[in-house]
Structures are given as structure tokens and as C-alpha cells.
């Protein structure tokens, strides 16, 4: 169900234990091939495959569109808020769900930028409605990320950022944003050493915190974009929407 389009009267019938997901994403720049909107896009189409996988046992709100991008600003046309504004903007719209009494709350993540907030978020809503709530964070690439590291063909490095991952998912939900005549081939990715550098099936031991043109080089990819395709887009989505489904379907067995 989706919570822009019911009634006030319709919402107000809605089993208060129905989880609710919120979507956090960014407008930023996705390199020379993708569009602004890849996360916000991914984000939401996530949500609508959601939707049709669970129906009436799930609730999905508006997506917040735009995020934490500073590490981005070096490129035109990225968007950004701080760190304090995205918080107490999302924690107005979390709250008030829990205002109208819903008490399970998934918020999914498909900005990495959000990554540290988000969670921060997640810890301030717990800390305060915990008693009675339930509340969860995670971030698509987390949800399913035993399975997509099997789908990966360029491993831990190729998939960051305008990846093989990000230009999959596009390729196969929004193609006609896809520009792959624009598309650098090979790696994309100025690696400093295996404790520092992740991706976004692969993890590091040490957070080394960097701009985007520096990491990328540049070209403000991360990752190998090379073998993307609709196929791999497709067993991305169904590995993630088959384990977000199981985390939503918990959250009402979870003590």
C-alpha cells in the first residue's frame, strides 16, 4: 500500500502493526552515463516491487529524494542537505507515523551518504519508542549482500557507486535514462590500500572518508559499470526484494 494515495479514512482502518517502510535516497551525480536521479529511482522502485510482492502486509511512504551528498558537490548538479537537516527532517516524517500509531518502521537506505545518519536516526527513534516500537535501518546493498556478491562479476571494488550494480538496477527499471554510449570502460576506482578500500559488496576495516572526485579519480564512478546488464538488474532485484520481504514479514514476530 502506498500512504500518499489512501484516504485519511482508509489509513485510519490500516492494522497499526503493518510495517512501514520510509526510502532515503539522493539526487547526485552518477558519472558520465547515469542520470542524477539513481538513487532516488532505485529507491523507489524497490518500493514498488515491494508492494507487489507484499500487498496489504506492507505500507510505503513518500521517499526522501534528496540527502547527504556533500562528498558529491564537486560535480554539477548534485544536491545536498546537512547531516542535522536530513536528521530532524526524516525524525518529523518518522515520527509522525508513529504519532498515528504504526509501531514497525523499516527505514531503507539507497544512498551511502546516508549510510552514518541514517543509522543515527534509527538509534534516536529506538532510543525514545523502543518501549513500544519497532524500528530498523538498512541499506539495499546490506539486505541481500551474501547474494549479490554471488552476482557480482567485478568483486569487491567494481561495485561503489555508478557501478555494475547501480547500472544494472537503471538498465532494467528506468533504461531509457541510461546513456551507455557514455559509459568509461574498465575500473573505476583509486585504491589506497585492501583496510581502506570498499565496495558496496565488500566491506573495509577502517573508514577512510574521501570526496567522490577523489576516490573516482574524477570521473565520479566507483566501481566497474562495464558489465551491467537488464539480466544481472533482474537477479539483483529479485535477491533484494525477497530478503526485504523477509524483514518486513519479522518485524511483527521480533521481541
Not at 532510543?127 to 513500544?132: D, E, F, P, S, T
Not at 530498523?136 to 569487491?156: H, N
Request: charged residues 20%; contains cysteine; hydrophobic residues 40%.
Amino acid at each position: 500500500m502506498i500512504w500518499e494515495d489512501l484516504t485519511t479514512e482508509d489509513l485510519g482502518k490500516i492494522d497499526r502493526e503493518t510495517p512501514v517502510v520510509l526510502n532515503v535516497a539522493a539526487i547526485e551525480q552518477h558519472g558520465p552515463h547515469l542520470p542524477l536521479s539513481v538513487d532516488a529511482d532505485i529507491g523507489e522502485f524497490f518500493l514498488g516491487e515491494l508492494n507487489k510482492c507484499l500487498g496489504e502486509a506492507v505500507l510505503t511512504l513518500p521517499s526522501v529524494k534528496v540527502g547527504c551528498s556533500e562528498h558529491h558537490m564537486d560535480f554539477p548538479g548534485s544536491l545536498t542537505v546537512t547531516h542535522e537537516t536530513f536528521m530532524n527532517y526524516v525524525l518529523g516524517i518518522l515520527e509522525s507515523v508513529l504519532h498515528h500509531g504504526f509501531k514497525n518502521i523499516l527505514i531503507l537506505n539507497s544512498h551511502g551518504g546516508n549510510n552514518a545518519i541514517g543509522k543515527v536516526i534509527a538509534e534516536k527513534l529506538g532510543a525514545r519508542y523502543g518501549n513500544n516500537a519497532r524500528i530498523m535501518f538498512t541499506a539495499w546493498w546490506r539486505a541481500a549482500s551474501e547474494q549479490l556478491a554471488a552476482i557480482s562479476d567485478s568483486g569487491k571494488l567494481g561495485t561503489g557507486h555508478a557501478c555494475e550494480f547501480e547500472t544494472s538496477v537503471m538498465l532494467l527499471a528506468q533504461p531509457q535514462k541510461v546513456k551507455l554510449d557514455r559509459m568509461p570502460h574498465g575500473l573505476q576506482f583509486v585504491e589506497v590500500g585492501e583496510r581502506y578500500d570498499a565496495g558496496l559488496v565488500g566491506g573495509n576495516s577502517v573508514d577512510y572518508i574521501r570526496s567522490m572526485k577523489r576516490i573516482s579519480g574524477g570521473s565520479g564512478i566507483v566501481g566497474n559499470p562495464t558489465t551491467a546488464s537488464v539480466e544481472k538488474g533482474q537477479l539483483i532485484t529479485d535477491v533484494v526484494i525477497a530478503n526485504l520481504s523477509e524483514i518486513v514479514k519479522d518485524m511483527n514476530n521480533l521481541l
